[in-house]
């Protein structure tokens, strides 16, 4: 790959005042978002090939949103990417072998036209013109449908650009965004410890807000009636008021408010244990109005996971709810919350905004006197109008701690100016996104893959989504494709988990769907096996809708390897 970019100029666009020009070709580029498929320890990694699967610029230069360097030709790195990819090469191939084929995906620029599946699980890898399973785009999809991109040609000319001027290319994406103070320089970097510390800055100079480009931007432009979330309770037979773009601002302002009057401000830590409601977004948003870092702690953790994540956040205001039902499950929220402030070491947790989810009867829920107050209260009494916090591109916006699983969680700091533009990016051209589209994730806030593909990345362009507060399998296991067809959802987010538990239960919880309106299937979390791959494609898209297995982390903040499948023309 190139060296990383040293200080290179490009300011932002302040308010009224027009951005300069961006410099040919148009700029386009990929970019943030989370968790993807690991190696399984233990295991032989299913042999099965890809061939031109592979996207994104950000895999050979420097991404904005981490301090990561790619380069999937180089064979130290071969190896672990391809083995943590959901298309594991196959162990036999040498490094040489491995890059010559990962080159051929290279060639095309990731314009996936077609995927090679073996036709057993103990199939080799093997190049093309052996036997296989040959899935190709489907026709339906590239005939049907708008696309982001309209030919594999300007892929060709944006990742040129992308690779020869990174600073202008970055550059050029990033005024698509509001910069209140515009940004004097894209990127400065140092990869090279020897001479100093480790870094990698985006957008000095430039004051922007999350916030502000996600709801008020486009409220502003005269879309606030547009839905933002449509809310699909936990049991099915009860609806739920849907949130345009313009009640979606309203509520942020309110809570942002609620939270200076707790004493939040720039810089302290908002830790938010909540349901996957519409709400949990919204408190997100809030935080990053006023500059607040929110600590997002997903809600089937215990007291004492919680406590340990307060007292490295250092977080004194807890957003929480009553409580929640998931599936035929109570999950007590605020009791865990409550218990958490009791056990605590070193932080007194000042103030705990509630939201009331469920009937009192049902929660129990007894609020305390002097840290406790409803959510709605609080909304209330709140000032309607809440100023924007314009922050430093590098200022912190969110901490997310790891599962812990592998030891300690270990708390991972996304930043503004970078993560927005990333997040942004890559959910536009990944899932082909339209202005007609409404788009489902799956995915909890409480992951990665929730703040960058539910909270941020979908508002940052302006589209309507799903927000599901229950489980695939309740009622029955038709629910997801009862949602799908509820909502006329166009893409489809989920986890290979799920994907295998559905399939288990066979085709009849599908019988009675449509999902005619399905255009675009995708898969995040781990590796998606070959069986549950078809099943998704042969019995849920009905070989209409591709797949995009999307590879990135935490860290990454946002996807790194993705079959682009909006390239049509190849």
Known sequence: PPPPPGPAGGGGGGRGRPPPPAPPPPARGGGGGGGGG?????????????????????SCLLCPVSSFF??????????????????????????????SLLAAGLVALGGASALILPTSRTARARPIGLSAHLVTTPAHFTTHHSHQLSSLAEYEAMYEASVS???????????????????????????????GKVYSDWFQGGKTNLCYNALDRHVEAGKGSQIAFY???????????????????????????????AGVKKGDR????????????????????????????????????????????????????????????FVDLHAIASRAAEIVEGVTIERQIVLQRLPVEQSGV???????????????????????????????????????????????????????????????????????????????????????????????????QVI????????????????????????????PTAIRALMRLGTAPLEGTSRKSLKLLGSVGEPINPEAWRWYYEVVGEERCPIVDTWWQTETGGIMIVPLLSLIHI
């Not at 940004?183 to 410890?193: C, G, H, I, R, Y």
């Not at 109005?289 to 600590?295: D, E, F, L, Q, Y």
């Open 38 to 58: 690991g190696g399984r320890k233990g295991e032989e990694p299913d042999q099965f090939l890809p061939l031109l699967l592979l996207f994104s610029p950000l």
């Open 70 to 99: 790619f380069s999937l030709l180089s064979p130290p790195l071969l190896f672990p990417l391809s083995s943590l990819s959901s298309f594991p090469l196959s162990p036999s191939l040498g490094a040489s072998e491995m890059a």
């Open 165 to 195: 001027d990174p600073a202008a290319f970055w550059s050029a994406i990033a005024h698509d965004f509001y910069w209140e103070t515009a940004f004097d320089e894209v990127v400065s970097s140092n990869f090279d410890k020897t001479k």
């Open 231 to 261: 809310h699909e309770s936990n049991d099915e037979g009860e609806e739920l008021a849907s949130w345009t773009y313009e009640q979606t601002l309203d509520a942020v302002k309110r809570l942002a408010s609620a939270l200076k009057d």
């Open 270 to 329: 908002v830790t938010l244990f909540m349901p996957m409601v519409p709400q949990l977004p919204i408190a997100m948003l809030a935080c990053a109005r006023i500059g607040a870092v929110h600590s997002v702690v997903f809600g089937g953790f215990s007291a004492e996971s919680l406590a340990n994540r307060l007292q490295d956040a250092k977080s004194k205001v807890v957003v929480t709810a009553d409580g929640v039902m998931r599936g035929k499950k």
């Open 366 to 464: 007894a609020l305390k006197e002097g840290r406790d107050i409803w959510w709605s209260d609080a909304l209330t009494s709140a000032n309607p109008a809440c100023d924007i916090e314009w922050v430093e591109s590098e200022h912190p916006l969110f901490i997310l701690y790891t599962s812990g699983s592998t030891g300690k969680p270990k708390g991972v700091l996304h930043t503004t100016g970078g993560y927005m533009v990333y997040a942004a990016t890559t959910t536009k051209y990944v899932f082909d996104l339209q202005p007609e589209d409404v788009y489902f994730c799956t995915a909890d806030c409480g992951w990665i893959t929730g703040h960058s593909y539910v909270a941020y990345g979908p508002l940052l362009n302006g589209a309507s």
């Open 468 to 495: 599901f507060e229950g489980v695939p399998s309740f009622p029955d296991a038709g629910r997801l494709w009862r949602i799908v067809d509820k909502y006329n959802v166009a893409q489809l987010y989920t986890a």
